[in-house]
């Protein structure tokens, strides 16, 4: 069964829209780690967050921010005022049972974001 | 992402030959973890190391796929007999030992496999 979901596979959107990427997950854990990738067309990954499930804030990076519900098991992305540059395809990953096994990732199949000047 | 050094970058392989891929970790990490990309998917797990030990080896396929991390040296994902199917972009990954509450795993650029 697939634990992360990203529903969108593609979204394009003109220089300062903004874009929110959805990610659902799924586990039976109650310690569990969420993060985002993103993967420019060079093709290297480079992490955005980490997210661990007792902290429900909600985060704000310069242009992006994330919104973590645990009720909608929902941990999405959003891309405020896009530009050129951040035409990229994005993960949204999984890591469950604690910190000792955070690196074992469970990732979304990835939404590949376009944005047109 | 910086400093997981991985190469090549780009492999071509023909059927029936071997792919090795290397993978130096950030300065200060000592463990290493290796992930598959197949065309259009997320990245899969496929297997954690520790200096001359491998800790999780679950996510690698049963047969002609490898791993080490020796004392010395890179970390090296060895597939024998490469079929088209592994054609993928293989990622390397390293951290810290555990615990460290809050780190995270940093990846490497990714080497991609070609089998022609």
């Known amino acids: 069964a697939q634990k992360v979901t990203q529903a969108q596979t593609e979204i394009s959107v003109v220089e300062k829209e903004d874009v929110t990427l959805d990610c659902v997950y799924e586990?039976?854990?109650?310690?569990?780690?969420l993060f985002w990738y993103k993967q420019p067309p060079s093709g290297e990954l480079v992490f955005l967050i980490r997210?661990?499930?007792?902290?429900?804030q909600n985060e704000i990076s310069g242009r992006y921010s994330w919104n973590f519900q645990k009720s909608t098991s929902s941990f999405n992305f959003t891309i405020t005022a896009s530009q050129v540059v951040d035409s990229a395809v994005y993960f949204c990953?999984?890591?469950?049972?604690?910190?000792?096994?955070?690196?074992?990732?469970?990732f979304g199949a990835g939404t590949t974001v376009t944005v047109r000047a | 992402n910086a400093g997981v050094m991985q190469n090549p970058r780009h492999l071509v392989r023909r059927r029936g030959q071997e792919a090795r891929l290397r993978c130096s970790p950030m300065?200060?990490?000592?463990?290493v973890y290796w992930y598959r990309q197949l065309p259009e998917e997320g990245l899969k797990f496929m297997v954690y190391?520790?200096?001359?030990?491998?800790?999780?080896e679950s996510g690698m396929p049963k047969e002609r796929f490898s791993a080490e991390f020796p004392k010395e040296g890179p970390s090296i994902l060895r597939i024998q007999q490469v079929v088209r199917g592994d054609s993928a972009a293989y990622f390397c990954?390293?951290?810290?030992?555990?615990?460290?509450?809050?780190?995270?795993?940093?990846f490497g650029e990714g080497s991609w496999l070609t089998v022609v």
């Open positions: 997210r661990n499930s007792f902290d429900e």
């Open positions: 990953a999984l890591s469950e049972g604690g910190w000792s096994n955070d690196y074992k990732l469970s």
């Open positions: 300065k200060g990490h000592s463990h």
């Open positions: 586990t039976r854990d109650t310690t569990y780690y």
């Open positions: 190391l520790q200096k001359e030990n491998i800790i999780d």
């Open positions: 990954a390293s951290s810290p030992p555990f615990p460290n509450i809050g780190n995270t795993i940093y």
